[in-house]
């Protein structure tokens, strides 16, 4: 009877709470000398890869040299600008020899632009780089036959309104041509594309 009233009291008696899991919760995030190093390296890898890759010397050159095409063309439409103002003209004495020898061979002109157009931009050994500032070089330089073939076709003549037309014409287009020259020259010597204005596009579409 005793071990009934034991077995009982045994069955009455509440079942022990079961023990909960252990959770373990992260330890705060200690930055150390060496995760900031490892950071910093990660920068800078970060930034030296999307960076694109710097153009070379010899495509600068080359494209620099290109646009000396069109600026020696459009030295003769600054006549009036220098005999106007006899100062600027003396900015230009250094390139007088380059000048006056590009001037001495014949058909110096044709052949620069075809040397231009088809040794280079139809080139495609050469990089999209060049092949695009001589682009712009050789249609900059149609644009500068352009005048030439509107003042024989109206003979503005001498004096009066057409020749003051010819002559505001031939300044704009001057400066115009000048500050598209240093503009391009800039920007390849530090190795960025110029787009010039009226030039860009079709250029780009020849490539």
């Known amino acids: 009877m005793a071990s009934m009233g034991i077995l009982r009291s045994c069955c009455l008696l509440?079942?022990?709470?079961?023990?909960?899991?252990?959770?373990?919760?992260?330890r705060p995030l200690q930055i150390t000398r060496k995760s900031k190093t490892a950071v910093a390296l990660a920068r800078m890898s970060y930034n030296s890869n999307s960076n694109p890759t710097p153009t070379p010397a010899t495509d600068r050159l080359i494209s620099v040299v290109s646009y000396t095409l069109p600026f020696f063309n459009s030295?003769?439409?600054?006549?009036?600008?220098?005999?106007?103002?006899?100062?600027?003209?003396?900015?230009?004495?250094?390139?007088?020899?380059l000048v006056?020898?590009?001037?001495?061979?014949?058909?110096?002109?044709?052949?620069?632009?075809f040397a231009l157009y088809l040794g280079v931009v139809r080139n495609p050994s050469f990089s999209n780089y060049i092949r695009f500032n001589s682009m712009q070089a050789v249609t900059l330089d149609v644009l500068l036959v352009v005048p030439i073939l509107l003042q024989r076709i109206f003979t503005p003549g001498r004096s009066g309104l057409g020749f003051r037309l010819m002559v505001w014409s031939?300044?704009?287009?001057?400066?115009f041509t000048l500050v598209c020259?240093?503009?391009?020259?800039t920007y390849c010597v530090l190795g960025r594309t110029p787009h010039l204005p009226f030039v860009a596009d079709a250029a780009a579409r020849q490539i």
Do not use: E, M, T
């Open 170 to 175: 031939h300044n704009l287009l001057f400066l």
């Open 14 to 26: 509440p079942p022990k709470p079961k023990a909960k899991p252990l959770i373990l919760l992260p």
């Open 100 to 113: 006056n020898l590009y001037r001495s061979i014949p058909y110096s002109s044709f052949v620069a632009f």
């Open 75 to 97: 030295l003769h439409y600054g006549r009036y600008l220098f005999l106007q103002f006899p100062n600027l003209g003396l900015l230009f004495d250094p390139i007088l020899p």
């Open 181 to 185: 020259f240093l503009y391009s020259v």
